[in-house]
């Protein structure tokens, strides 16, 4: 049964509530715009919902996993790599995860809060090597927007001038960790580029929201607001405007047409009773993730669409790609016996490694940069486990100690780098799978090519190398080139671009340059699906300073009566 | 200071409301810690049947024991641990159920009685020839396999109890005002230092 849920269109509805959907909410309920978010999920306060400062004692699991919370029980994000009745399918062969978050603020629950702006090369990548596609817009046309998100939202770091790492508008960075000094000094010796981390972390109170109380819990949510996310940094304020009326629990299935061919509205499941609703709007913002967008795009078909929404380019779905990943970690014998101090610091590393070297010189286009972890964090549910793997095995006395002495003597690294889009790697709509409410799933399709495993087994070389020059030595042996050299399989980093391309020419994108569809003029993309290519960076920065952007255009086109 | 008072009543406030943001079984936990600890009832496992859960028990103590720095791994309420995992993640039920049956075969097969029923010398000779996996015979390997996810899932337990994280002198999980990076002890005995 369809139920009408409104007497007059909203100005703008808005389909997804995470750094996209959230930044488009944010700016346009400031632009005096009424707004209306459907949100999958259900509602979320860090407020009140966060379980920072909890013991592990204090659950039976100490802090493990749960269906619903793949990354342990205290995690701040709910969703996961298989939620019940929403499937997805991936072609016989390939290797795809596909993770979602189901909740207000969406997988900015989930996320480091690494807030690295892309550089001005990697808008124009394919001038410098001759691979994939130059974005349609440039550095110049998103530094603006860059700027004001940080003075928004925060993000700390330091100026250093790196190479195609610009630096951003900078709160302070926490001084390193003592073994973060330790990975400084090995990273000087082999030439790597090691410079404080870049995260979206209040090392200083800004607008309204309290400084950082380094309890290194970021990842649980946080309850004094001290680090972004969607939720508590933009839908929360966008709720204080009045301007907004937030939906939650509304799946929304369909992108509805006008006679004219103009997106009308949508039509939404609300997942708590199963019923099904329209709801009018203007101007139709998908920001629902990469995939979901390409999903609902490819699901609203009508005779002037046949092949799904925007797609008359045949490009929605594709072009898909995640970074590359892979980690390495150590046992270091210096960090044995550690001085007991409290180093929780930010809910993050405090030093990271930009992309250091110079392609020509390698056997792979495009870098990656290097995360660092190690030390004597909070022991969760899998403490010491495979401690045989170091010191033998045992039990008894000499095995209570070797707890002690062991805890925190290692560090990690985890390469993120550059995917080069390629045919192999899209989505498409199943032709036989449905989710519980009856909407065509996703199949996914994956390859990588030598671009990606030789990027990711320089990684590996990286972090063996650093981790012996500490004096450590790596757990494991190299990944063989037969188990691609420790590659992540798609969509495990959880940073999956493209679906829904940006470009100048409507035959081979979806959206121009201001992530509006070549085809229907008041349906704008602001996720991470018009991205027209990865970088050596986290996405959700420039996801954020591309939905601000776009949202100045949508908010100044309504102003015009243009839209 | 007004800051100072603002963010230390937040950090109250966090701290008295710690229950309210847990999963419901948090409660449970609190309940079940204590009782482990004070044992003024007898806990009845859910999982484990009475002989299992005695071996669990005994087995839990020879792995982590008491020693000069703090109780042992009864003590911190493992065995009450791994009972809730065990239906928490029915995964585990086979390897671990299994494993106690090896070890109790095994045992059977060389002394006539169960691993509970062996006396404290029998029972390290067996836990000498599977806790160290490089050293064991290859027969012994669904032992070696046994004992390392049972040592997994005491030091698990142990350590992320009350008594293990006061034992390995972890000090976060805290409110700090200010970050001023790691104290010069730390910073001395890995031979590093701030720069300028």
């Known amino acids: 049964m369809r139920l009408a849920t409104q007497s007059s269109p909203v100005d703008v509805l808005i389909v997804g509530s995470g750094a996209g959907g959230g930044m488009a909410t944010y700016a346009l309920t400031r632009a005096g715009v009424n707004v209306t978010v459907l949100e999958a999920g259900g509602p979320w306060d860090n407020t009140t919902d966060s379980a920072m400062f909890t013991w592990p004692y204090q659950s039976p699991r100490r802090g493990a996993s749960t269906k619903d919370r793949p990354f342990g029980e205290f995690d701040g994000c709910i969703g996961g790599w298989d939620i019940p009745g929403e499937p997805y399918t991936v072609a016989r062969g390939d290797k795809f995860r596909w993770w979602r978050a189901r909740m207000v603020g969406g997988r900015t629950n989930h996320w480091g809060r690494i807030s690295l702006r892309f550089g001005p090369r990697d808008f124009k990548a394919k001038t410098f090597d001759g691979l994939g596609d130059d974005w349609p817009i440039s550095y110049d046309d998103v530094a603006p927007y860059y700027d004001k998100l940080e003075q928004l939202v925060g993000v700390f770091g330091s100026k250093e001038n790196v190479p195609n790492a610009p630096d951003s508008i900078f709160l302070p960075a926490p001084k390193p960790r003592c073994y973060e000094l330790l990975v400084l000094d090995a990273a000087r010796r082999l030439n790597v580029t090691c410079i404080p981390a870049r995260l979206s972390i209040l090392t200083r109170p800004l607008n309204g929201r309290a400084a950082c109380h380094y309890c290194g819990q970021c990842n649980r949510g946080c309850k004094t607001n001290s680090n972004f996310s969607s939720t508590n940094v933009l839908i929360a304020p966008a709720l204080k405007t009045g301007k907004l009326t937030l939906r939650t629990n509304a799946m929304v299935r369909e992108i509805t047409l006008d006679r004219t061919g103009r997106a009308s509205g949508v039509i939404y499941i609300d997942t708590t009773d199963g019923s099904e609703h329209h709801i009018e709007a203007r101007v139709v913002v998908l920001a629902a993730s990469a995939c979901e967008t390409s999903r609902l795009l490819l699901n609203s078909k009508s005779p002037s669409f046949p092949n799904g929404l925007a797609n008359g380019s045949g490009t929605v779905g594709k072009y898909l790609t995640d970074t590359t990943g892979t980690d390495?970690?150590?046992?270091?014998?210096?960090?044995?016996?550690?001085?007991?101090?409290?180093?929780?610091?930010?809910?993050?590393?405090?030093?990271?490694?930009?992309?250091?070297?110079?392609?020509?010189?390698?056997?792979?286009?495009?870098?990656?940069?290097?995360?660092?972890?190690?030390?004597?964090?909070?022991?969760?549910?899998?403490?010491g486990g495979g401690i045989q793997e170091q010191n033998g095995g045992g039990y008894g006395k000499q095995l209570k100690n070797d707890y002690r002495r062991y805890y925190g003597a290692y560090v990690g690294f985890s390469g993120r780098g550059e995917m080069i889009p390629n045919d192999g790697s899209y989505c498409e709509i199943d032709p036989r799978v449905v989710d519980k409410w009856g909407i065509p799933v996703l199949r996914f399709h994956w390859k990588f090519t030598d671009h990606e495993y030789l990027q990711v087994k320089h990684m590996q070389e990286t972090f063996r190398a650093l981790i012996t020059e500490m004096g450590g030595t790596p757990w494991g042996n190299m990944p063989s080139k037969e188990d691609g050299y420790g590659i992540a399989a798609g969509g495990v980093i959880i940073h999956e671009l493209g679906g829904a391309r940006m470009g100048a020419d409507p035959k081979t994108s979806v959206v121009n340059s201001n992530c509006q569809t070549h085809e229907v003029k008041n349906l704008f993309v602001a996720d991470g699906s018009p991205f027209t290519s990865q970088a050596d960076k986290n996405p959700t920065w420039t996801i954020m300073a591309l939905s601000m952007r776009t949202s100045e255009y949508i908010a100044a086109q309504l102003k015009a009566r243009t839209l | 200071m007004k800051r100072r008072e603002a963010v230390g009543a937040m950090a109250m406030a966090a701290l008295t409301a710690a229950f309210k943001w847990t999963p419901a079984e948090a409660q449970r936990a609190a309940t079940l810690a204590r009782e482990a600890l004070t044992a003024t009832t007898p806990f009845a496992p859910a999982f484990f049947t009475p002989h299992e859960w005695d071996t669990v028990r005994v087995l839990a103590d020879l792995v982590i024991p008491k020693d000069e720095r703090s109780g042992s791994a009864t003590e911190a309420g493992v065995p009450e641990y791994m009972d809730f995992m065990m239906t928490d993640r029915p995964d585990g039920q086979v390897p671990m159920r299994g494993g106690l049956a090896w070890l109790d075969n095994e045992v059977y097969e060389r002394l006539g009685k169960t691993f509970v029923a062996a006396t404290p010398q029998e029972q390290t000779t067996i836990l000498d020839e599977i806790a160290w996996p490089k050293k064991a015979k290859p027969e012994m390997s669904q032992g070696v396999a046994f004992f390392n996810m049972f040592r997994d899932m005491t030091a698990s337990g142990f350590?992320?109890?009350?008594?293990?994280?006061?034992?390995?002198?972890?000090?976060?999980?805290?409110?700090?005002?200010?970050?001023?990076?790691?104290?010069p002890e730390a910073l001395q005995k890995l031979g590093v230092r701030y720069g300028d």
Request: charged fraction near 15%.
């Open chain 1, 328 to 383: 390495a970690g150590g046992f270091v014998p210096k960090m044995m016996d550690p001085v007991p101090h409290n180093h929780d610091g930010v809910g993050g590393m405090h030093v990271y490694m930009p992309w250091w070297l110079d392609n020509k010189k390698l056997d792979f286009p495009r870098g990656y940069h290097i995360e660092v972890w190690g030390g004597t964090g909070l022991p969760e549910a899998g403490f």
């Open chain 2, 159 to 183: 350590w992320t109890s009350k008594m293990g994280i006061t034992d390995l002198n972890y000090q976060g999980n805290t409110f700090v005002a200010e970050w001023k990076g790691c104290p």
